[in-house]
Each structure stands twice: as C-alpha cells, then as structure tokens.
C-alpha cells in the first residue's frame, strides 16, 4: 500500500501588540489590590502571631484611638503605593525605577500590616482611600517629571514627614498594644531607610514652600482619617 504524506497545514501565530494604555492597565489593576486589601506582606507581621488570650486589654477609648491612629498610616500606605507607582511611570532612569520598585514593595508590607491590624481592632479602612490613592498617583507623576534629583527629593522629605508621623503615633499609642506598637515602629525603621537610600542616590531638598505644602496636605489626611 503506497505511503500517502499529508502537508503539515500553516497556522500562523498571532502575537498581542503591546499598545500605549497597556502599562495603565496594569496601574488600574495594582490599584484595585491595593484598595480592596488583596495586598499580602512579602515579610512577617513584627507583630507575630495575634493570640487575643495573651495580650493586656484595651479599654473601648484606647481601642478607638488605636484604631484611628492606624487608619491613619494604613491611609500612608495607600498613598505611598500610589506616589511611588506614579514617580515610576514618570521615570526614565532605570536605576530609579528599581529604587522605587523596592521602596514600593516594602510599602506593600506595611499596607498589608495595617490592614491586619485594624481588622483586630474591629475597625475599617478609610472610606477616602480611592480619592488619596488618585490624587497621590497624580502627585507622584508631577514629581517623576520633575526629573531624577527632585523625584528622589520628593521621596526624601515624604519619608522625613511620615517618620515624625509615626513618631508621634509611637508616643500616643497606649504603652500596652503592643502589636500596634511593634508594626509602627518596623514602619518607621523602614521608613527612615528609605529617605536614607533616597539623600545617598542624589536626592536635591525641595524648596521651602514645597515641603509646607506637603505639610499642609498631609494635616488634612490625617485628621480626616482619623474619623473618616
């Protein structure tokens, strides 16, 4: 019986044409994580392990203005992923990127943490978050355009004003809620690296009344949600 061969039939492969709104498709998807919670810490909660059995109770005030106070730095981590994806998105300089990649993921940690302990507390995230979340992003693609030495500035006084934040939480927060206690002061450790990392890789000070603005702008966050 003769030997039929059969023509292997062509199928071209269609490869996906990258396309300008590409990366703000995936800026809209890390938004959404970052929003609803879906965050998850790349390190242990310096907390450990929650075990409610063993730790000293808190008295409804105390845990109310815990709750607040960690709302609030929960609301600086939403911001930080949103100014640090913005600065970015803006840069061209890779090394850059890479700083505020890493800078980024261990606000990821942090966010995650917070997130923890305010379901501990039973309480909630702040209902503004969207509106930080888009008007930080927006923030932080103004100062990558800026360009290296004032982006890497802006990281610098940001991190300077959110270490006297947590600072000032450290001496609010009552001196036996020790798991809200051990994740801010990891935060501020963390924090203080990165205005570090920041100063040693060029960053320039910002004028004088930048940082009041920045001032001025982060006393409205924090007393709005404190409440909100």
Excluded at 66 to 81: P, S, T
Excluded at 185 to 208: C, F, S, W, Y
Aim: hydrophobic letters at 40%.
């Amino acid at each position: 019986m003769p030997h039929s061969s059969v023509t292997p039939v062509y199928r071209p492969r269609f490869v996906r044409r990258q396309h300008w709104f590409d990366p703000w498709i995936e800026e809209f998807d890390a938004s959404l994580q970052v929003l609803s919670g879906a965050s998850y810490a790349s390190r242990a909660n310096p907390a450990g392990h929650s075990h409610a059995q063993d730790l000293p109770a808190l008295t409804q005030q105390e845990q109310q203005h815990a709750a607040g106070l960690m709302r609030i730095n929960q609301v600086g981590e939403v911001c930080a992923q949103a100014l640090y994806r913005g600065q970015a998105a803006a840069c061209s300089d890779t090394a850059t990127i890479t700083l505020l990649q890493q800078a980024a993921a261990e606000e990821v940690d942090h966010l995650a943490w917070c997130n923890q302990r305010l379901k501990e507390l039973h309480s909630r995230p702040s209902l503004l978050n969207p509106a930080w979340y888009a008007g930080s992003f927006a923030l932080g693609l103004l100062a990558g355009r800026a360009g290296v030495a004032r982006s890497l500035g802006f990281m610098a006084e940001t991190e300077r004003q959110v270490e006297a934040h947590l600072q000032d939480h450290l001496n609010q927060l009552p001196q036996h809620d020790l798991r809200s206690r051990a994740i801010v002061e990891q935060m501020k450790n963390d924090e203080i690296q990165h205005r570090v990392t920041a100063q040693t890789n060029g960053a320039q000070e910002l004028p004088g009344v930048i940082k009041r603005i920045m001032t001025v702008m982060s006393k409205v966050m924090t007393s709005t949600a404190y409440r909100i």
